[in-house]
């Protein structure tokens, strides 16, 4: 009979970091655990957390995955080759 082997990963958990604004500053929210969302404006180093709550506060798609399409449309070409591989 095989043995299974227990192959745990040491890697840390990464945040659920999403595109934002907040009121007319862009930039990135991650997600913190009970307390919010970390705002940091595109460029800034400097942080601000923010409720769940906050009106002002718009989350827009997951970096990760916008990073892993962007890396899917310059393998098959670049966006040149989508726009003009279309169908319709």
């Known amino acids: 009979m095989a ?3 227990d192959l ?3 890697r840390k958990p990464q ?3 999403h595109y934002a ?3 007319e500053r862009y930039g990135t929210a991650t997600l913190l655990t ?5 705002f940091r404006e595109e460029g ?3 942080a601000v957390l ?3 709550k906050d009106p002002a506060l718009l989350l827009l798609g997951l970096v990760v995955l916008s990073e892993m399409q962007h890396e899917v449309d310059m393998l098959v070409g670049g966006y040149a080759a ?3 591989g279309r169908a319709n």
């Open 8 to 10: 745990t990963t040491s």
């Open 34 to 38: 009970g307390s919010g969302y970390l």
């Open 44 to 46: 800034q180093r400097q």
């Open 21 to 23: 604004y907040l009121g």
């Open 3 to 5: 043995t299974v082997h």
């Open 15 to 17: 945040g659920i970091t």
């Open 82 to 84: 989508i726009a003009c």
């Open 50 to 52: 923010v409720s769940y």
